[in-house]
């Protein structure tokens, strides 16, 4: 056996882990988001009950590797050496889309991904095949692809987009009409028969979806549940119901116990079943390899793997163990399942996504819709429907996402829907049912309000043309690196893995984003509810901010006169995110101030202020770097030296009134206030006699750089705003200090 395959088997278990942590950090949002977003126990209850899920799962999941062996394509129309390229093409391709997705934020399906992966892949197997084989034609290509099960998986796609959407909405709008936000007292009567229906169809899909291919359950109960799907569904209905009220009457809370029961048998159909997308093809590669060097033949034909896959529980209990360290420890899989928790929120504030023409044309239209249907509606009735509707009050209303009447929706919907797509034989994605349930829920909760659903609606159709994206994206890129690997042999191999590993660490060692880490530096302000928390966090943050914003400006000007264009880049980078901190200080303006009306409206009062002010200063200092910046990265002439003496000037007077506020906003001591107001007149002075001489050097010189003179003028100008609302800012604080003594 040639040390060539032995090192694909070697490069394949490697990408079989990166495929299980970069797949566990996409599809966590499937099992984790309605017991997260509705807060029903604390993050590390849920991640050990989705952890058992998960462990139960990896070892009934051996059934399904047939899969990855020969369901899309024929093996025994391929040679060992063919199908070992075919193999590491595809997982090469498979982990580096997941992982973009991952970067990117966006839930996306890796049963598509390994399918037409697998699919791309073996498109390019079969065109070397037939380009070797001059008795053969392209249109002899449906001899080596599985082209029908393509088809089907493309309709199930479409398919399961629309019909969770709608049960979503509709599952969940009956639920509101009947419970209300303030369901405590109709659910005392009702809530067993209602979490029975949920817990019914949970444990359906636990059983018959999750376990169906691990032999515990014997195949005449299979077959007969099979056949009769809804008079099973009836009498679990009946005795999770009679259960559920008896752990009522316990005074147990069975929203809870629902929920639980729901992430675990989500995790456990997901490692059930969705294994083998991250494994199935190294498990497929490794008995390749295995039944060639029993032969003793690198060219025989791979008819052996149509045969059923022998399982091996010592690795699919490892890669449970992965899973769940996968679960535990990623950060990616966290902002995989921010995506989904922001566009369901009930809560409105800063937005991730923005707005495009298709959103803002599909609003207006529901708008207009809405017009026309509330004026069929009788008066009375539209009050009724509305009050069902009107959510709690701030002060009584939960700092979770969203509460558990949604949480359970979500989780029956999306039970009962991939339930009944398996009886039917139908191949549905559990991301996209999830995903779309949920947004069908929000939509119908009236969560998607005038001032965030322009946003979701673009979040929404992002992530599902990123669905889309991936069965294309998939499809090509296997293909492209099957037939490199198929053509360049083990030069190509051991570049396109050295390609491959480096992405990846680069990936998972780049620099967090600008909201990332500006929500991370405002994380002590938004944690702070009592007045004296509010006044030390915004005292620290004031003091922070100014300080950034003196070496950033000081950076600058030194880097603009040495036309350094490494620090101008970094000085760009940082102010941008002070205004990024800014910006989400905006938008999280009113939900302080709520907290704040409870407390002290003097302590408001300062908080408005101060986010007014430091935005302000953050802003005129991005018109300062980015213009900077442009100008040194364009080669654009430099300053002349009379126009880096006169900045310098500026700069020394106003790292001279920065260190002064500084000083007063750490000391508390605003003794000194004249003192800053009479500096910042005599600059004042001083940026005004250098716009007079520069404009007597455009007289005097009118071949100067105009550039140049633009970026110049820039500089002060923004420099002016900027020591403006440095100096109301440290006024305004004074004022507050003096009044909370």
């Known amino acids: 056996m040639s040390p060539l395959f032995t090192a694909i088997v070697v490069i394949l278990a490697l990408l079989a882990v990166m495929g299980i942590v970069v797949g566990v950090a996409n599809d966590a949002v499937n099992f984790l988001n309605s017991a997260l977003g509705s807060k029903v126990a604390p993050r590390r209850v849920i991640l050990w009950v989705a952890a058992a899920g998960i462990l139960v799962g990896t070892l009934t999941s051996s059934g399904m590797m047939e899969v990855a062996r020969s369901g899309v394509f024929y093996p025994g129309q391929f040679s060992f050496q063919e199908i070992m390229m075919l193999f590491l093409g595809m997982m090469l391709g498979n982990v580096l889309l997941l992982d973009l997705y991952n970067t990117l934020g966006l839930p996306t399906s890796t049963t598509v991904s390994m399918v037409f992966g697998l699919l791309g892949a073996a498109v390019a197997a079969a065109l070397f095949r037939i380009a070797g084989n001059p008795g053969t034609s392209l249109q002899d290509l449906s001899q080596f692809i599985n082209t029908g099960k393509a088809m089907v998986i493309i309709a199930a796609i479409l398919l399961s987009v629309a019909l969770a959407f709608v049960a979503g909405t509709l599952f969940m709008y009956i639920s509101r009409l009947i419970f209300s936000f303030r369901y405590a007292a109709v659910f005392r009567r009702w809530g067993a028969v209602w979490c029975g229906i949920s817990l019914a169809g949970i444990l359906y899909f636990a059983l018959f979806k999750g376990l169906k291919s691990s032999g515990l359950i014997p195949t005449s109960v299979s077959a007969y549940v099979g056949d009769h799907v809804l008079v099973t569904l009836l009498a679990f209905w009946a005795a999770a119901s009679l259960l559920l009220y008896i752990f009522q009457r316990m005074r147990l809370n069975i929203m809870r116990i629902t929920i639980l029961s729901g992430t675990f048998s989500l995790a456990l159909a997901f490692a059930g079943n969705d294994l083998v997308n991250f494994i199935g093809v190294p498990l497929a590669g490794y008995d390749a390899w295995r039944i060639a060097g029993e032969a003793g033949s690198e060219t025989m034909m791979m008819g052996a793997l149509e045969a059923p896959a022998r399982a091996n529980f010592l690795l699919l209990g490892v890669s449970g163990l992965i899973m769940v360290l996968t679960l535990f420890f990623s950060k990616k899989s966290q902002h995989v399942t921010e995506t989904e928790l922001s566009l369901a929120s009930q809560h409105e504030g800063d937005e991730r996504f923005g707005s495009t023409l298709i959103s803002r044309s599909l609003v207006r239209a529901t708008l207009v819709m809405n017009t026309m249907w509330t004026g069929l509606i009788p008066a009375r009735v539209q009050k009724a429907i509305d009050r069902r509707f009107e959510p709690l009050p701030a002060e009584e209303r939960s700092s979770a996402p969203y509460d558990m009447v949604r949480a359970v929706v979500n989780l ?329 003594k």
């Open 412 to 740: 029956t919907a999306a039970s009962i829907l991939i339930a009944i797509a398996t009886s039917y034989k139908l191949p549905l994605s559990t991301t996209y049912v999830v995903f779309m349930v949920a947004m069908g829920s929000s939509l119908a909760d009236r969560s998607w309000g005038r001032e965030s659903a322009v946003y979701r609606i673009t979040g929404v159709m992002a992530v599902i043309s990123g669905w889309f994206i991936t069965a294309l994206g998939g499809f090509l890129i296997a293909l492209a690196v099957t037939a490199l690997l198929l053509w360049g042999g083990w030069i190509a191999v051991a570049a396109l893995t050295a390609l491959c590993a480096w992405l990846l660490v680069r990936s998972h060692l780049k620099t967090p984003g600008l909201k990332e880490e500006a929500e991370k530096a405002l994380l002590p302000l938004e944690t702070a509810e009592t007045p004296d928390e509010v006044l030390c966090a915004c005292i620290g943050e004031v003091c922070t901010t100014m300080q950034e914003v003196t070496r950033i400006y000081n950076r600058t000007l030194v880097a603009v006169f040495k036309e350094n264009r490494k620090v101008l880049k970094e000085m760009v980078r940082d102010s941008n995110r002070l205004f990024e901190e800014a910006r989400i200080r905006k938008y999280n303006v009113m939900p302080t101030l709520r907290r704040l009306q409870r407390c002290d409206i003097d302590t408001g009062h300062f908080y408005v202020q101060v986010t007014d002010y430091l935005s302000e200063v953050t802003k005129a200092l991005i018109h300062i770097t980015r213009p900077a910046f442009e100008h040194i990265d364009n080669n654009h002439e430099g300053m002349s030296k009379e126009q880096i003496v006169d900045l310098m000037r500026v700069n020394d007077q106003v790292e001279a009134i920065f260190d002064k506020i500084n000083d007063m906003l750490a000391t508390k001591d605003f003794s000194d206030l004249d003192l800053v107001l009479e500096m910042r007149d005599k600059l004042f002075d001083t940026i005004v006699e250098a716009i007079k001489s520069q404009l007597r050097r455009i007289n005097d010189v009118p071949s100067g750089s105009t550039r140049a003179g633009v970026l110049y003028l820039t500089i002060l100008n923004e420099t002016k705003t900027m020591m403006l609302q440095s100096r109301n800012l440290l006024k305004s604080q004074q004022y507050f200090l003096e009044a909370k």
